[in-house]
T-cell receptor, first 111, second 112 residues
């Protein structure tokens, strides 16, 4: 079956611009997670959705970051006024239990 | 605070060797310990996982050893192959519906 998909695979933007990153989870998975992976490091948690609601957003670094999951399936991570330090791979994962399955990620580069 | 510490950062072995990656955790509330394999440009792929009530788990050529009292666990790759060359991450989670806490990763290179 289809895994977690993320679009775009790569995004290059300029400092100060707004970006949206999309995640399409595995069908039937009610839990969806966003992580951020900087070069040479392990993924770091950003936010977790159970259904449509954000159950835990403690990993969002500041109020420039926001995520939604309006219908309990696809999720969008939104970053306002991007900074060079936001450059990283943004990973999405979904689960129906304790195992989390990751998508290929979106590589964001802020120039 | 780094809750999951992973070592070594990198490892080189010959084909057929046994790379061993070690992880230590601090939070005794962690209840599930997965390992992920990541190839360049790809997302992490779940490899094998263990719960603290089990001391060892094998799946194919991958074995996890778990020491609950020491709060340590390790991954062994038996009869390693060049195709196993990747970055491996240990992780820990309290329960379903919680965030994964990852170690820093180990880059494994298996030479032919």
């Amino acid at each position: 079956g289809a895994g977690v998909s993320q679009t775009p695979s790569n995004k290059v933007t300029e400092k100060g611009k707004y970006v949206e990153l999309r995640c399409d989870p595995i069908s039937g998975h009610t839990a969806l997670y966003w992580y951020r992976q900087s070069l040479g490091q392990g993924p770091e948690f950003l936010i977790y959705f159970q259904g449509t609601g954000a159950a835990d957003d403690s990993g969002l670094p500041n109020d420039r970051f926001f995520a939604v999951r309006p219908e309990g399936s696809v999720s969008t991570l939104k970053i306002q006024r991007t900074e060079r330090g936001d450059s990283a791979v943004y990973l999405c994962a979904s689960s129906s239990g304790v195992e989390q399955f990751f998508g290929p990620g979106t590589r964001l580069t802020v120039l | 605070q780094q809750q999951v510490k992973q070592s070594p950062q990198s490892l080189i072995v010959q084909k057929g060797g046994i790379p061993i990656i070690n992880c230590a955790y601090e939070n005794t509330a962690f209840d599930y310990f997965p390992w992920y394999q990541q190839f360049p440009g790809k997302g992490p792929a779940l490899l094998i996982a263990i719960r603290p009530d089990v001391s060892e788990k094998k799946e194919g050529r991958f074995t996890i050893s778990f020491n609950k009292s020491a709060k340590q666990f390790s991954l062994h790759i038996m009869d390693s192959q060049p195709g196993d060359s990747a970055t491996y991450f240990c992780a820990a989670i309290k329960a379903a519906g919680n965030k994964l806490t990852f170690g820093g990763g180990t880059r494994v290179l298996v030479k032919p």
